[in-house]
């Protein structure tokens, strides 16, 4: 399966903004469940938000909440997310993950790195304070 292409990361003071951009060249319409992770060396791999098939049922991690935002255009195919207030914390690599998800399952915060099918190649955001 063809990777997603993702674009965006780059360095930013604190309280600045961010936007990042999955495009998937196979499509998105058909991946029930969509979703952002981020990772800082030497910790897990952490699940930020989780979109539904539709675009209209999101799930956000409690860290991220207010600040970001995630959405999906299946006609352009791309995942999105719109990260605002960013802070040091929030420096990592950020990944998009697509899959054949419950949404259920989809829109918890029990959904596992597993459960996803495909993968971007990941952007670095830096925030400084």
């Known amino acids: 399966q063809v990777k997603p292409v993702e674009s965006g990361g780059g360095s930013v003071q604190a309280g600045g903004s961010l936007k990042l951009s999955c495009v998937y060249s196979?499509?998105?319409?058909?991946?029930?469940?969509m979703a952002w992770f981020r990772q800082v060396p030497g910790m897990e791999r952490e699940l930020i938000a989780s979109?539904?098939?539709?675009?209209?049922?999101?799930y956000y991690n409690d860290f991220v909440k207010g600040r970001f935002t995630i959405s999906r255009d299946n006609p352009a195919d791309s995942l999105n997310l719109q990260m605002n207030s960013l802070k040091p914390e929030d420096t990592a690599m950020y990944y998009c993950?697509?899959?054949?998800?419950?949404?259920?399952?989809?829109?918890?915060?029990?959904?596992?790195?597993?459960?996803?099918?495909?993968w971007g190649q990941g952007t670095q955001v830096i925030v400084s304070s």
């Open positions: 979109i539904n098939d539709s675009g209209r049922r999101t």
């Open positions: 993950a697509a899959g054949y998800i419950w949404v259920g399952r989809c829109l918890s915060p029990d959904v596992q790195r597993t459960e996803f099918d495909t």
């Open positions: 196979s499509g998105t319409s058909g991946f029930s469940c």
